[in-house]
């Protein structure tokens, strides 16, 4: 059974850099073809795809972001990390960490942890 | 980059048929994938590779994929199909996931 959990504060101010944790289970990201990738929902908005993490040490980043973010993938620990520097009020939203299996589909998702950006 | 047009509500009656569409530019060259939301829950993937169920999802879900727009068909809705509905691709050609801005189904 595969199950993803996602970690991290729940406030941070305005310029700080937020790090999440997705902690995993029921799956390895040895597997050839596997992904974890984080995914946020700003509230009442739509989903907006953040950074994937391959099996093979590659990584994707959105091109409206990918300046700010960084994945990080620790399999031994069965955890990903991603940090999104210079938080700004408009990054609150719910982050999403997922499965990723072949062909592009987020098969498994996290139950999401809600970020508030706010002085 | 790739982009995805989906309409922002659509509603049906229970016991209707509800289509959800997700449009871009040869859509069909890729594999298209639906999620379901209700508030305050994370997605749930309905539909994969366009027109495939993972197991535990009603055979009233069905989805299709053609030219220009894909699919999501909703038959016999019922009142806990009331939910928003996003369709994703993985762009290939540039290593991309990309979601559509999501649909809100009414169920009248």
């Known amino acids: 059974q595969i199950t993803l959990k996602e970690s991290g504060p729940a406030l941070v101010k305005p310029t700080q850099t937020l790090t999440l944790t997705c902690t995993f289970s029921?799956?390895?990201?040895?597997?050839?073809?596997?992904?974890v990738g984080w995914i946020r929902q700003p509230p009442g908005k739509a989903l907006e795809w953040l950074a994937l993490?391959?099996?093979?040490?590659?990584?994707r980043y959105s091109p409206s972001l990918k300046n700010r973010l960084t994945i990080t993938k620790d399999p031994s620990k069965n955890q990903v990390v991603l940090t999104l520097t210079t938080m700004d009020p408009v990054d609150a939203a719910t982050y999403y960490c997922?499965?990723?299996?072949?062909?592009?589909?987020?098969?498994?998702w996290g139950q999401g942890t809600l970020v508030t950006v706010s002085s | 980059s790739f982009v995805l047009t989906q309409p922002p509500a659509v509603s049906a009656a229970p016991g209707q048929t509800a289509n959800i569409t997700c449009g871009g530019p040869?859509?069909?060259?890729?594999?298209v994938h639906w999620y379901q939301q209700t508030p305050g829950q994370a997605p749930v993937l309905v539909v994969y590779?366009?027109?495939d169920r993972p197991s535990g999802i009603p055979e009233r879900f069905s989805g299709s994929n053609s030219g220009n727009t894909a699919t999501l068909t909703i038959s016999r809705v019922e009142a806990g199909d009331e939910a928003d509905y996003y369709c994703?691709?993985?762009?290939?050609?540039?290593?991309?996931?990309?979601f559509g801005g999501g649909t809100k189904l009414t169920v009248l």
């Open positions: 997922a499965h990723r299996h072949w062909g592009g589909v987020f098969d498994y």
């Open positions: 029921g799956f390895s990201l040895t597997t050839s073809g596997v992904g």
């Open positions: 993490t391959y099996w093979n040490d590659d990584r």
């Open positions: 040869n859509v069909a060259d890729n594999s």
């Open positions: 590779d366009d027109s």
């Open positions: 994703q691709v993985w762009d290939i050609s540039s290593d991309h996931v990309v």
